[in-house]
């Protein structure tokens, strides 16, 4: 038997099919007499015939007679009949199968067949007629007598994929190789539909495009008619619609923009918003909108630049330069907020400026001390008088691109007030899930600072609120050890002011000595601040004696520095060369720095009152009640003498207001000292919070805290055991120089303070 192999191509039995000439001698059936037999095979996919072997045919072929030939050598086949087919041979591109019969399913009436392809014709009779093909296509249509024939001639143009076609063949059952017809044929239908839908929407969009477009021109005629009479305002209006052109904004701000302009075109010069929408339109246009191209991050640079305008704080340029390689790894800014904190004068935000530098973007510094109003973030509506857009995007105008450093500063001296909250409108902005659409009240559109590095500066965290602290991860900022200052003064402050002064280095020389007795004795804080102002001092005195003519060069050593400074202006509290009982030494934080705190106790005539002086804060008064009860729990044969007295606490320094837990473990140690007429050390200092369990809790500040010991002349340092891990950020010679002892207990602060074993020794 003759044997064709077809691909995506519907036969049903009953339904007649034309071959062309060429694919009717391919394969020899000018063999076949009229009313003989060929087997067709369903290939699976399209393949090279002469490689296709049985696994690359369908198990069900199609027989179908020679019914006629015409003319022009086209044949007329008439299926016969589904076949099962096995044992399928390839020879050099000649096939040949054994054939078994695939009986039919008669399981459908005659009418309810007839009853749905009516439908279903009629559903293909209505689609067509939209179209202008429809009439060709209905004289066809209506020459088709069943599904089978409808399926078989529509095959072409079904959007049906070969296996699905494939089971429409497969399938014995004629109910469910109806359902099947009808569900390819109605589907195609509707997606016929869609189809012309869309097409009809289209089409109705660009009628409307061109509508706009007419409108347009004949508005752009009336426009030049108009700027013919009021030349002024046309120049402006046209230098805006330019702007608006070029300017990359998105959607929802193009048409606000859009929007504004035109009623300014309606306003005129003289109308009342005029200048309101001019201020807006003139904002929003000068913003950069598109997104910035991302430079080359070269991290080597970056470290050279950060070292070159900063001296020491190791760690928080080595975090630094971590952000940094995580944004060139990834191509875009990602990683936390930073937020810098320390004493003032430790480099917090002018190490922003050397991000910047290190990046190749451009430096915004915005000051939010003091700002007590949301609208100073967010702006202000536009329905206001006087309404100006927040600080932030007034930030982001003045730069001119989209990802700047900027550098908000003071985040710590943020209020609140009947105006709103201001830190809970930062959220948004520093929400890397919030700020790609962040939308200022003043502009009324969503603009993009997901690119932008905010970097935050703050003195202390205590003020920040906890929703806002949370968005960001805190880098501390240590000050300054007298060394580190030396160095920093030698290398850039003094260069720096000379410069700005217009001192030549030939023309003034400033001793090493003299530097170390400016930083010792006319300076208090932990940064360097108050160190360049004084050193200003000694360059405008200078620049004084060389405008004059007195000398041509000058050089300043220790012994003139009252010449030009005055006498000595900062005292530093020293270590006490003798310390009676009843005095312990303590520690403390303040904003400019660490300082050394006397706790002194005294016993006077009375009745058991505890009197606190020295301007203490509540939180310091609590740990002196917990410090009283504490001795009384430990040292109860000597606590009898409190009942009959009266103690009297007191921190020196009185008009200085202090606060804080972490005087615990010095009062403690100063009521023990006093109770048994033991004396404490001058050398020995300590800090660290108390509980009434006896445990010694960790505090805050170690660095400066122990910089202070140091410059006091103090030896040995009690701290919490688990500050110890706050070593790390202590500067190496700070180490050096103190006995540095981590405690546990109350235990372990009076054994080292009165010796091994003095507690249970007056225990006992």
């Known amino acids: 038997m003759i044997t064709v192999p077809v691909y995506d191509m519907i036969l049903l039995p009953g339904v007649r099919f034309y071959l062309k000439k060429e694919v009717y001698d391919q394969w020899g059936l000018e063999k076949l007499e009229l009313g003989e037999t060929a087997l067709f095979l369903l290939q699976k996919e399209p393949k090279e015939l002469k490689t296709c072997t049985a696994q690359d045919f369908y198990p069900v072929g199609f027989l179908a007679e020679l019914v006629e030939i015409d003319a022009e050598g086209m044949a007329q086949m008439k299926v016969c009949g589904r076949s099962e087919v096995s044992d399928i041979r390839n020879e050099d591109g000649i096939f040949s199968a054994t054939v078994t019969n695939c009986p039919e399913i008669l399981d459908i009436s005659e009418a309810e067949e007839k009853d749905k392809f009516e439908r279903i014709r009629n559903a293909y009779l209505q689609f067509v007629q939209n179209y202008q093909w429809g009439l060709w296509a209905r004289n066809m249509i209506l020459r088709w007598n069943s599904l089978e024939e409808m399926i078989c001639v529509s095959a072409g143009y079904l959007n049906l994929p070969w296996p699905e076609k494939y089971a429409i063949m497969a399938e014995s059952s004629m109910q469910k190789r109806n359902e099947l017809i009808e569900r390819a044929i109605l589907g195609f239908i509707e997606e016929g539909k869609v189809a012309q839908e869309a097409q009809d929407a289209q089409q109705e969009s660009q009628e409307q495009i061109y509508r706009e477009a007419a409108i347009r021109k004949q508005l752009s005629i009336l426009q030049r008619q108009l700027d013919e ?9 046209q230098v805006f619609e330019e702007r608006l052109a070029s300017s990359g904004m998105n959607e929802t701000a193009r048409r606000e923009a859009e929007k504004v302009l035109n009623r300014m075109k309606q306003e005129g010069k003289d109308g009342h918003e005029y200048g309101m929408l001019y201020d807006y339109l003139d904002f929003v246009t000068k913003l950069s909108w598109t997104k910035a191209e991302a430079k080359k991050i070269d991290l080597d640079q970056a470290a050279g630049v950060l070292d070159k305008g900063h001296y020491g704080i190791a760690r928080v340029k080595e975090r630094i330069l971590q952000q940094i390689a995580v944004m060139a790894l990834r191509k875009k800014q990602s990683g936390s907020i930073l937020l ?42 536009r329905t206001y008088v006087g309404a100006m857009p927040g600080r932030i995007m007034e930030g982001m105008k003045r730069c001119g691109t989209s990802n700047p450093v900027l550098v908000l500063d003071e985040v710590d001296k943020l209020t609140r007030d009947y105006g709103g909250d201001p830190a809970s409108a930062l959220l948004e902005v520093l929400d890397p899930e919030q700020n790609s ?112 003519g007195e000398q041509k060069s000058i050089k300043i050593g220790a012994k003139r520095l009252p010449e030009y400074l005055g006498t000595q202006r900062r005292h530093h509290d ?50 002196a009640q917990i410090a009283v009860s504490l ?58 919070e108390i509980s009434l369990r006896g445990s010694v809790l960790p ?9 202070a010991a140091q410059r006091a002349g103090i030896k040995k340092v009690l701290i919490p055991f688990e500050n110890t891990v706050d070593l790390r950020e202590v500067a190496g010679e700070v180490k050096e120089a103190l006995e540095i002892i981590p405690v546990k207990s109350v235990k372990d602060v009076l054994g080292e303070a009165f010796g091994k074993g003095s507690f249970k020794e007056h225990r006992d």
């Not at 934080?589 to 106790?601: C, D, H, N, R, V």
């Not at 505090?699 to 910089?707: A, H, R, V």
């Open 437 to 548: 659409t962040f939308t200022d009240h003043y502009m009324n559109v969503p603009y993009d600072l997901s690119d932008v590095l905010f970097v935050c500066t703050a003195n202390t965290v205590d003020t920040i609120p906890e929703p806002l602290l949370n968005r960001m991860e805190v880098i501390s900022f240590p000050g300054y050890t007298a060394l580190e200052k030396m160095q920093i003064a030698k290398k850039y402050l003094l260069p720096r002011v000379m410069e700005e002064t217009g001192i030549r280095p030939r023309n003034l020389k400033v001793t090493d000595e003299a530097l170390r007795r400016v930083i010792e004795e006319y300076t208090a804080e932990s940064g360097v601040r108050g160190l360049k102002k004084q050193i200003g001092v000694l360059c405008r005195a200078a620049a004084v004696k060389l405008v004059r």
């Open 699 to 707: 505090i805050g500040g170690l660095p400066e805290k122990l910089m």
């Open 229 to 237: 009479l009021h030349p002024e305002s046309s120049s402006e209006i």
């Open 631 to 688: 001795v009384k729990s430990m040292y109860p044969r000597e606590a009898v003498t409190l009942k009959e007295h009266d103690l009297h606490l007191h921190v020196p320094a009185g008009a200085v207001p202090k606060d804080g837990p972490s005087a615990g473990i010095t009062l403690v140690t100063a009521l023990v000292s006093l109770l048994t007429g033991k004396s404490v050390s001058a050398e020995l200092a300590m800090t660290g």
């Open 574 to 623: 020293r270590r006490l060369e003798e310390a009676g009982p009843g005095v312990a030494t303590g520690l403390a934080w303040t904003s400019a720095g660490g300082e050394i705190l006397f706790i002194e106790s005294r016993l006077i005539p009375g009745d058991g009152k505890v009197i606190i002086t020295g301007q203490l804060g509540e939180v310091m008064k609590e740990s």
């Open 340 to 381: 810098f904190v320390g004493a003032p004068g430790t480099g917090k935000t002018s190490i922003g400026q050397s991000i910047a530098a290190a990046l190749g973007r451009e430096y915004v510094r915005i000051s939010l001390g003091g700002i007590r109003d949301e609208a100073e973030i967010r702006g202000h509506r």
